[in-house]
């Protein structure tokens, strides 16, 4: 079975710094999707970034950016210049042939400002 | 374009008894998930319809839990009697497709259940 490790519990950022977040999966498969998620307090998920593992340039969405090294099985988000609504609790995910999501403990990302 | 709708956002109960949930997908989603989230984890698949069919309830505890989906949009989700540990919060999530690695998945906002 696919696992997810987030092994950050917590970190915290000052406004316009940058942070990283890191993610590690376990699997077997070639073809999966790998996403990172964030929920805010209001509760709702909200796609961040996602990454096909047949892909090797890593994906970038304006300020967020993953580095996907497939061998190492990683998976890490970096935020640029972050800003105060960037503060969320974030989930990284994994799809993979059995369509199920299956997601990380999660970090909660506080922003100082 | 609408989100996925969920409702109630907050129910409280007590042990023992009934309660529903409501999930509205986004329009033309063929694919409703049920999750469970458990403060301090992340979500939990419980069951996953495609159009009104079921694809997968394998984490579901069916001896309290029930699921449907209607003409393949609105879904409700039932816990019959109901425990203290099935106090989280309850997500709803629709794709467009389903049985495909790439599609992804849009949330509601959830319902935060509370057992006493």
């Known amino acids: 079975a696919q696992t997810v490790t987030q092994s950050q519990p917590e970190m915290s950022v000052q406004e316009a710094e940058t942070v990283t977040l890191s993610c590690t999966y376990d699997t077997s498969e070639s073809d999966y999707y790998l996403f990172w998620y964030k929920q805010p307090p209001s509760r709702q998920m909200i796609l961040v970034i996602r990454?096909?593992?047949?892909?090797?340039q890593n994906a970038t969405e304006n300020r967020f950016s993953v580095n996907f090294q497939k061998a190492a099985k990683s998976f890490s988000l970096k935020i640029s210049d972050s800003q105060l609504g960037d503060a969320a609790m974030y989930f990284c995910?994994?799809?993979?042939?059995?369509?199920?999501?299956?997601f990380g403990k999660g970090t909660l990302l506080t922003v100082n400002p | 374009e609408a989100g996925v709708a969920q409702s109630p956002r907050y129910k409280i109960i007590e042990k023992r008894q009934s309660v529903a949930f409501w999930c509205n997908p986004i329009?033309?989603?063929?694919?409703l998930y049920w999750y469970q989230q458990i403060l301090g984890q992340g979500p939990k698949l419980l069951i996953q319809f495609q159009n009104n069919g079921v694809v997968d309830d394998s984490q579901l505890p069916k001896d309290r839990f029930s699921a449907e989906r209607l003409k393949g949009v609105d879904s409700t989700l039932k816990i019959q009697p109901a425990k203290l540990e099935d106090s989280a919060v309850y997500l709803c999530?629709?794709?467009?497709?389903?049985?495909?690695?790439?599609?992804?998945?849009?949330f509601g906002p959830g319902t935060r259940l509370t057992v006493l």
């Open positions: 990454q096909e593992a047949y892909k090797q």
């Open positions: 999530a629709s794709s467009l497709g389903g049985l495909s690695v790439a599609d992804t998945q849009y």
């Open positions: 329009s033309g989603h063929a694919t």
């Open positions: 995910a994994y799809r993979g042939s059995n369509y199920k999501l299956t």
